[in-house]
């Protein structure tokens, strides 16, 4: 049997970044890396190409009576920028205290290996377990899954399953198990912003045109009210009040605004009106600035008035809003608002439609339910209770796994999404990590989830 | 005899770039060629070490019974960012029609290269010329000679001349020669806002904090009216009414603003009202974004909340206005408009006092003025008219050249600043170029100043 931590350090190594070109060995190092580990435990493995980065899928368990449980991971990782902040290298997994250290440790090289180990530990206990297990590892989740239901499409026979089993989302203490129902959608879009026909002297030509950086400014400036909300028309109009039990399940966190404001590292909140920090995280749709460019940002100074300014943007979505749904409205509001003086292109970037699934107990037309799925939900519970000696609770969340959209559309199977990262994490940012204590029960847990399906 | 226009190639091939620390080798090659330059043609030539680049004395000449020019040029170039938008390499250069392209072709290489080989030939003509001339050539122009008014004080005794003769301003055609009798100051600095304590992802965090790039939107956004003109109190308040003779000179230009939009690739003017373009940019002070950055700005979309964002700011500034006089009220200004939920500083960067000169038939106190520089006026608007075919015009320019101030406080020195650059030279910007009508209409001309100055 491995060590799953002497994996995962192994896993890390791999710089798997997605959105950069330059990282493609590592991609296909990664792939390598998952594709020998679920070999040695007995799958057989493929890498399946899509029109960039391919999808490894790995089963084991023929028998059509046994359960069939599809799990979801993806391998490739944020990139590292900025690198100067980070204590220790973001490719060499670094066990500090609790945590292990490193680009990818939560997100999610350190989950799927959860799994994988959990499901390593069955197999080397009783080698014929009655179940049935696909492993579908994508690598472009960083980037928004876009390949991804084109793969679903093309590969709907291999993956009949009963249900979805993963853990790509998050707790939030080290204590107590979540499962995420629910996660909102986003819709990403960059603006360019061009002004003269080149850079220009600001000394020679300033103070006479409309400069870039000062449409830029001015644009954004416009996109949020003084009191934190989007200053879109329409932009709220779809949002759906939560039901009253999400308000129960979110007050028995016992979450506190002043620690979380204290973990921020910022002095005061600045939320919509009517809703807590916690709630607007999970309830209401954003739209956040990911970066500014323009003009010189080197050393020293550039007298510069640079030729284009831009944004990169994305709005989180909830229920009722998608996409597609979204995005003209937006557009054309940005458009109707671009400052005299500058032409504007918007360039859609990837979308996801947000994701919803109502947990057993809480349903309302509970014969609308797949029994397997409810099974899973069921006995998620019960092994989480008997590891983290509390019950779990039932959270939707603020980020966004668009590919639950598509396998609820393409393969028609909900998901049962098992906690397992902290925000102390560091997710898509400097010093990401994952706790060792979490690490530890999340195989335990997963190993007695997939033992109580395999009774049947 | 050189061929200027080779000698020029070499010099650009040296890329001076002060600004960054990489381009050290290139600086002192830049300096090695003009000691060559000036040795060759009889020059005594020292490097005089400041805090970071040495400033190139080179004298000839011994009578104190001679008039004494002292010639002032810098060696040093901008950075040649953006690279992908230069059309031939920017340390190559290359000829193509009437032009020469390369980073420092026009500022400052080929102007001064001008004085050089006008030099040159009258000393190849007459090597015992009656004139001291005296070449101060400095290496922190395009940083804003923050160490030249040390290595003024420190090095006055060497530069004891009856005035400056330069060439590091502009024109506007290629047929008429432009004397600048002022040159706009400068207050630059960065502005950082920094928000939580490290980044953050947008999806788990988005929507309950002020992203700091939002907040610089909304800071910057505030800077102006939507006039065009600048949003700080006071800011204006120091502006002096140009003079009638000013006005008149920049009439006979014959400026076409139609013409000036379209060599800028724009629509529309955005000129603070009461002034055209032209006036607005010589007489009215500015507040100029020169870059923006913060989160990511790589290929693809990374969903994070940078923890910082920050701006380069550029004032220019007119008479009356000095950096000291104004950067109080401005930074006062802008941190009292600190959006909530971030923290602001401020980082001065270098700062230019305004300069004017009053050429003697538009004094109106004669009696004020330096015979010799008088003298030097007269000679410049004879050469010029001569081979120019028309007589020269008077403005103001646009862009700073802080050092005059200094020249002017330390030495006690006036600037005589013939014009050599034209707009279309594309000065800080991709495929910076010189006229070589210019150069060769340049070099007759300071041949002819040169030598009536030398009658004495």
Redesign the interface.
């Known amino acids: 049997m491995f060590d799953p931590v002497e994996k995962l350090k192994e896993y890390v190594r791999h710089a798997s970044v997605s959105?950069?070109?330059q990282f493609k060995a590592h991609m296909a190092g990664a792939q390598q890396f998952l594709a020998d580990l679920l070999k040695g435990i007995g799958f057989a493995v493929e890498l399946v190409p899509t029109a960039l980065h391919p999808v490894l899928v790995a089963k084991r368990g023929d028998n059509p009576a046994w359960p069939h449980v599809i799990i979801y991971g993806h391998y490739d990782v944020?990139?590292p920028?900025?690198l100067d902040?980070w204590k220790t290298p973001p490719f060499e997994a670094t066990i500090k205290g609790e945590r292990i250290y490193g680009r990818g440790t939560a997100d999610n090289k350190g989950p799927l290996l959860v799994h994988i180990t959990a499901v390593a530990r069955l197999l080397e206990k009783n080698p014929n377990l009655p179940l049935r297990l696909t492993f579908v590892v994508e690598g472009e989740e960083e980037?928004?899954s876009k390949n991804f239901k084109a793969f679903l499409k093309e590969n709907k026979e291999k993956l009949r399953g009963d249900f979805i089993y993963m853990s790509d989302n998050?707790i939030l203490s080290p204590d107590q198990m979540i499962i995420t129902v629910g996660l909102?959608g986003?819709l990403?879009f960059e603006i360019e912003l061009t002004?003269?026909?080149?850079?220009?002297?600001?000394?020679?030509?300033?103070?006479?045109?409309?400069?870039p950086?000062?449409a830029?400014?001015?644009?954004?400036?416009?996109?949020?009210t003084p009191d934190?909300r989007v200053n879109l028309p329409g932009f709220y109009d779809a949002v759906i009040e939560p039901q009253p039990w999400e308000r129960e399940q979110l007050a028995k966190v016992g979450l506190k605004e002043k620690e979380y404001a204290t973990f921020?590292?910022?002095?005061?909140?600045?939320?919509?009106p009517g809703y807590t920090?916690f709630e607007?995280?999970r309830f209401?749709?954003?739209l956040?600035?990911?970066?500014?460019?323009?003009?010189?940002?080197?050393?020293?100074?550039?007298?510069?008035?640079?030729r284009t300014?831009?944004?990169?943007i994305?709005c989180?979505l909830v229920p009722n809003q998608t996409p597609a749904n979204m995005k003209e409205a937006i557009f054309n509001s940005i458009r109707a608002r671009c400052p005299?003086?500058v032409t504007l292109t918007i360039k859609e970037?990837?979308g996801a439609t947000p994701y919803v699934v109502i947990p057993p107990d809480r349903s309302n037309t509970p014969k609308d339910q797949s029994p397997a799925l409810a099974k899973c939900f069921r006995a998620v519970d019960k092994a989480a209770t008997e590891v983290f000696g509390k019950p779990p609770i039932y959270l939707r969340?603020?980020?966004?796994v668009g590919l639950l959209a598509d396998l609820k559309e393409v393969l028609g199977l909900d998901a049962v999404m098992m906690g397992l990262f902290l925000?102390e994490d560091?997710?898509?940012?400097?010093?990401e990590s994952f706790h060792l204590g979490v690490m530890k029960r999340g195989i335990e847990t997963s190993e007695r989830v997939l033992a109580a399906l395999a009774k049947g």
Chains 1, 2 share one sequence.
Do not use: W
Not at 309 to 312: F, G, I, M
């Open positions: 959105a950069d070109p944020q990139p920028d900025p902040q980037i928004g998050g909102r986003m990403a002004g003269p026909g080149s850079d220009l002297h600001s000394g020679m030509h300033g103070g006479v045109l409309m400069n950086l000062q830029l400014a001015e644009l954004c400036a416009s996109l949020h934190g921020l590292g910022i002095k005061e909140f600045h939320t919509p920090p607007a995280i209401l749709p954003t956040e600035f990911n970066g500014f460019s323009g003009g010189y940002q080197g050393e020293g100074t550039k007298t510069v008035i640079p300014a831009r944004v990169k994305t989180r005299k003086g970037q990837h969340e603020g980020g966004s925000p560091n997710l898509h940012a400097p010093n």
